[in-house]
């Protein structure tokens, strides 16, 4: 029998998107680091399997964060007083060219790196800074944590300051090629690069039609912003007045989907005809719904994105959101489509418990293949959680214990956490 | 010279409803519970002192919870998929029907008062249950914890189920004589009795009538619900036809404010009139940002309370908000304001960092009486930070320490606590 082991627990993941499957004092099988199931009975021919004991506790598929910046993990939570444009000159530019020295990248990334292992994440989509240098530091470390990341060096040429913004659309694609190449001389095991233009004001024509030649030549995925905040929007207006949408500016450069994963984070501002072609070419959204408020970019309608059947997930948005934990996205994702249904539009419905589980989990986690569920032939993530920081006078059901962990998150702590079969924590 | 001592850190209060005092390295002293005030350096005349050092560490006045239920406490982070009235039905009256037994009682109450001491605020109101025995066993416990608190036992003689449900009004008034009397009995140092009739569906005209002579008689203040929830105020309308405002139904039998201290939570479907009202009754408005989110309420018009001059502090409304600490409160109150301002009113501009620390510390410390700021005089609440959760590559200013203390509370720790001088943790 190859590689293997039995997990006993109150195991919990989703079975479809508005679903949960539970399975209290239930079982998961990893085989080779791939999930061989779970039941209320551990089959027979498993039975010679080691068994990791977590009776009583909650057991969970791993986390998906599909939109995080790994440098702005410095400042979260302080400067949440501006919009977006304004915040990125005032905070976010300021910090991210402190990553041009490798000693302050590397304090910065190590906190970030260790937070993220100690959470219930299991994989994340990470954008890091325009430095190579630096971005190569980050992926050792979190190659080292043994998460499953995607991870990109940051492209802009244009509307940034300097030295932050690249000093040419040729400067800034050598490089990226650079940094691609070194990337498969590292043969990481769960790290891997991720095309990843800031967003359109940020990158000239010229540098777009550069990374698309990149991403063929790679075969690399694509990471970028979308729809974020109305001012946003209004400047790529000016900047691309041949594109019907925002959408439509990335698409004009072969640049949004359509048989590449592709993830935009956001879409605040997204109309139908957006949420179309992203429907059309397959394009993942990574619904932030904390760093929308805190930029007072508004509330994505998350139940469009839902009812039109697009690719979605959730992202933590750090820093413009605070907290790396899919959990509170997964509560911040429910408030904010109930202000959205109580203030916007009453023909969406709030986010239920379970919908919000699904994002957070299967529905992000399929960026990365087979991952956020406990079904046969999925990557054998679990995440054991404590919940003795949320004791009850009365037995609490499967559901309110999840209900709970994505509520309280705070005081639910993290005991162990596997990632394609592997104990990180 | 009386008991005292001086305690050094990082200090910051609020000395204005916008503006904050920070004194890095600074010192405050207590003399006989109360504050004699904050310097930078510590006066001559205070060398004496037994000194306490929290060196670097953040110190703030302890915070105040206007508005929660401790027997809801027991189910927070579950049951969130319901509006106010469907919610009461399903979750809160069944829960809160279990208190009439004293054992489960203890075991919850234990939980809810652990909770409280271990976190930042140091004063809050307490709804209890109708029950008399369960809600002395909360004092008690309350008491025993060393914070400051007022409780309630409920009033309800209408619209509820029974036996929850109090079997006439003269029952229910007898209950709550004699519940006075007893608190008067135990001679608590720090917990005092108010009056809670828990809102106008659930109080008849003759019980409010007999709450009214009961609150002359002893002098209790009094807490209740305010315009929370749409459904809840055409109720009210029906309920009492010959007011104009829901307030105005309260202050029909006198109770709403006008000399006596009065708190009323939510306020989310407050007008122009019902607002004038408090302000000239000086009632106060307990702000729950995250329950009104939950429950999907709405979001309270923050800006309007300030702008208008109103008394106003932070809610924690535990369980139609999960978290106890105001820290929470802050930013759920920063963020509801971002998007009041965004969908709902432009000319109500987002609470600062600056207004929501105010609410959450002098606004509603002044419902206790001089609390909530380091200024001479003041009764001595002190809580200090841990901010070792929250590392950070570069060093920080003292309002974006403050700043992520509010934002990342969860992995802020509190690891001392003063309460009129009292060091409780």
């Known amino acids: 029998m190859s590689y293997g082991f039995a997990l006993k627990g109150d195991i919990c993941f989703s079975d479809g998107p508005a679903s949960l499957k539970t399975l209290p004092g239930g079982y998961i099988v990893c085989l080779d680091g791939l999930c061989a199931g779970a039941w209320e ?12 004991d977590y009776s009583g506790k909650l057991v969970i598929p791993g986390l998906a964060d599909l939109h995080t910046h790994a440098p702005q993990y410095a400042f979260r939570g302080a400067g949440m007083d501006l919009e977006l444009l304004e915040w990125l000159d005032a905070h976010v530019f300021p910090e991210e060219s402190k990553y041009s020295d490798l000693g302050y990248a590397d ?44 991870v990109g060096k940051v492209n802009m040429d244009r509307n940034g300051p300097y030295p932050l913004r690249e000093e040419s659309a040729a400067k800034s694609a050598e490089d990226t090629v650079r940094w691609a190449e070194e990337c498969l001389n590292r043969r990481y095991r769960n790290t891997r690069p991720i095309l990843t233009p800031r967003f359109i004001p940020s990158c000239s024509d010229e540098l777009m039609r550069l990374l698309k030649e990149i991403q063929a030549r ?40 359509g048989g590449v994963p592709t993830v935009m984070a956001h879409c605040v501002q997204s109309g139908d005809r957006e949420i179309a072609l992203m429907k059309r070419n397959g394009v993942y959204v990574a619904h932030c719904p904390q760093s929308n408020t805190n930029l007072v970019s508004g509330i994505a309608p998350a139940r469009k994105f839902l009812k039109n059947g697009l690719k979605a997930g959730l992202g933590s948005d750090v820093a413009g959101g605070c907290h790396t934990s899919i959990f509170r996205a997964m509560s911040d994702a429910i408030q904010a489509s109930k202000l959205y249904w109580r203030l916007v539009d009453q023909g969406c419905r709030p986010l239920s418990i379970e919908e919000a589980f699904y994002l957070g989990t299967v529905g992000g986690g399929s960026f990365f293949g087979k991952a ?9 993530d679990a995440v054991i959680i404590d919940e003795s920081g949320t004791p009850s006078p009365s037995p609490l059901g499967m559901k309110e214990r999840l209900a709970r962990a994505i509520y309280l998150s705070s005081d639910c702590g993290v005991i162990a956490k596997f990632v394609r079969g592997s104990k990180i924590l």
């Open 41 to 52: 009975r551990l089959p027979e021919r498993y039975a010679g399997l080691p068994l990791l």
């Open 107 to 150: 304090r910065a990334y190590t906190i970030f790196a260790d937070a993220l292992r100690r959470g219930p994440n299991t994989r994340a989509c990470v954008f890091a800074t325009v430095h190579a240098p630096a971005t190569m530091l980050l992926m050792d470390k979190l190659e080292a944590s043994g998460l499953v990341t995607f």
């Open 218 to 257: 790679y075969g690399l995925p694509l990471q970028s912003h979308l729809s974020e905040n109305q001012s946003e929007c209004d400047w790529v207006s000016e900047l691309c007045p041949g594109s019907a949408t925002y959408g439509d500016a990335y698409a004009s450069f072969g640049l949004f989907g």
């Open 372 to 380: 956020g569920a406990f079904e046969e032939g999925f990557e054998f």
